[in-house]
């Protein structure tokens, strides 16, 4: 419990006292990674990679302490994993410029653990879909889309996320209604229309909501989600 919700450093895990099975074996495989993560440099970043992303699988095997690997934002694991120097890049060609571009393909075993299965999420539908159901990975994943949420939960969502983001604009239950059934109940569009930074930003009706709505598409947040999508999947 003391560890819940909290950013926490692997050295900081190595100094938490307990006494379970599967505690004391995760600070002896965190233990060993330190140790070979500070004696290399960045060149051997993918060997620090495909070493830890087994620790989950091996610690449930060896502790009899099942667990589950959740990640969300799969899709990133594509591109933003680590960074590497340009001559290191062109050293290994990587001459698109990212240095991880094939890390998903690493899971292809983890992917079908039985002691420590995986579940993995994403928003960006297409970019995911073909991450993890084809190339290595294929066959290794089910695939289930979750659908957004319902209108009225839109509705809450928005008027809770106004409350959080811009405490000084008002939006009538009414009207969070228009706003959520307007982009369809999708949670990222609306705290995209929450912290929009449209000049003129307000909720005050449907006209003043259909502004930001087509800023967000044209020139906001929205629009940059969609035009990365897009320029990734060319």
């Not at 900081?12 to 307990?18: D, I, P, S, V, W």
């Not at 991450?131 to 209108?151: A, D, Q």
């Not at 839109?154 to 939006?171: D, E, N, V």
Request: hydrophobic share 40%.
């Amino acid at each position: 419990a003391d560890l819940f919700n909290k950013d926490i450093e692997l050295e900081e895990l190595l100094a938490y006292k307990t006494t379970h099975k599967a505690g004391i074996m995760a600070q002896e495989y965190i233990q060993r990674f330190l140790k070979r993560y500070n004696r290399h440099g960045d060149e051997d970043a993918l060997i620090h990679w495909d070493a830890f992303i087994r620790v989950p699988e091996r610690l449930a095997s060896h502790s009899g302490t099942r667990v589950a690997m959740i990640i969300d934002e799969f899709q990133d694991l594509k591109f933003y994993i680590y960074d590497m120097s340009p001559e290191l890049m062109d050293s290994k060609d990587r001459l698109n410029g990212f240095g991880a571009i094939n890390l998903p393909a690493t899971y292809d075993r983890q992917a079908q653990s039985r002691k420590a299965p995986m579940l993995v999420s994403g928003s960006a539908v297409t970019l995911i879909f073909r991450t993890v159901m084809g190339g290595p990975l294929s066959g290794r994943f089910g695939f289930k889309y979750i659908k957004p949420m319902s209108i009225p939960d839109g509705a809450t969502l928005l008027h809770q996320t106004l409350k959080y983001y811009a405490p000084s604009l008002m939006i009538t239950p009414k009207l969070a209604l228009y706003a959520s059934a307007q982009v369809g109940g999708h949670p990222y569009y609306l705290y995209c229309l929450a912290v929009s930074d449209y000049e003129d930003k307000g909720f005050g009706d449907e006209k003043a909501i259909d502004q930001v709505i087509r800023y967000e598409i044209e020139n906001g947040k929205i629009f940059g989600f969609w035009q990365t999508h897009f320029d990734d999947n060319r």
